[in-house]
């Protein structure tokens, strides 16, 4: 059986072995590192299928194996962090990670963010990027090739650039996207570095979108960081 293979650059040796522990029950195949210079050379040497990096590494910053993993590899990296500032999951997100875990957190959150990770890098690689699937969460489905999105089968009617922003997003579920992703996204590289056009569309996105705009089932804010669109129901 072909697994997949997961390394963990992690210089705690409890917290180490205990989400080895619980990917290798899970079906994983699972390499920890202790150091940025040993994860460095066990990627090249592994080419695992997904990273879960700590950024407080006791020889160099997690930043560091982010920009060195990314001159080379496209595979997701899962930030594990126990730094709860905004600015650093932006950070990390903006210089290639995939996704962000604060420390402490459960079992399956951990293996739901993998699963998310594997699935988007999955599609990168068989698809060049078109999902073939349809998006479907709850009463939502969205189909890429007719661009339409239905609640409940109801025609939902969204602007050029309302549509482009939620496809962003549900081609990207279960991950966070950080406002400049979606700017850039959206509106390119020359967008304005001011989110707030991005937050004007979302609200209206909402209103169309959700029962009650201020508790979203569909589209999550992550305070500070960006927004993570729903899982993916029908590629869970
Ligand atoms: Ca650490």
Redesign the pocket.
């Known amino acids: 059986m072909n697994k997949f293979s997961i390394l963990i650059i992690?210089?705690?040796k409890n917290i180490c072995d205990f989400i080895s522990k619980t990917l290798t029950s899970h079906g994983y195949r699972v390499n920890c590192a202790t150091t940025g210079k040993e994860a460095l050379s066990l990627a090249s040497s592994l080419c695992p299928d997904i990273f879960l990096l700590?950024l407080?590494?006791p020889d160099m910053d997690g930043m560091e194996v982010i920009y060195q993993i990314r001159r080379w590899s496209g595979r997701p990296i899962i930030v594990v962090s126990a730094r709860t500032q905004e600015t650093d999951k932006v950070r990390a997100l903006d210089a290639g990670a995939d996704d962000y875990l604060t420390k402490p957190f459960g079992t399956s959150e951990l293996m739901a963010r993998i699963r998310a990770s594997l699935r988007h890098s999955n599609r990168l690689n068989n698809d060049h990027g078109l999902p073939l699937h349809p998006y479907r969460a709850k009463e939502l489905k969205i189909d890429f090739f007719k661009r339409t999105i239905t609640i409940k089968g109801e025609p939902v009617h969204l602007t050029p650039i309302e549509y482009k922003i939620v496809a962003f997003l549900a081609q990207n579920s279960g991950k966070v996207m950080t406002y400049s992703a979606v700017m850039n996204n959206v509106w390119g590289p020359y967008a304005e570095s001011d989110n707030k056009i991005l937050r004007v569309n979302m609200a209206n996105i909402r209103r169309k979108l959700e029962t009650n705009p201020a508790e979203p089932v569909y589209i999550f804010t992550e305070v500070g960081v960006g927004y993570r669109m729903a899982d993916d129901e029908d590629n869970l």
Request: charged share 65%.
């Open positions: 992690e210089d705690e700590d407080g590494l």
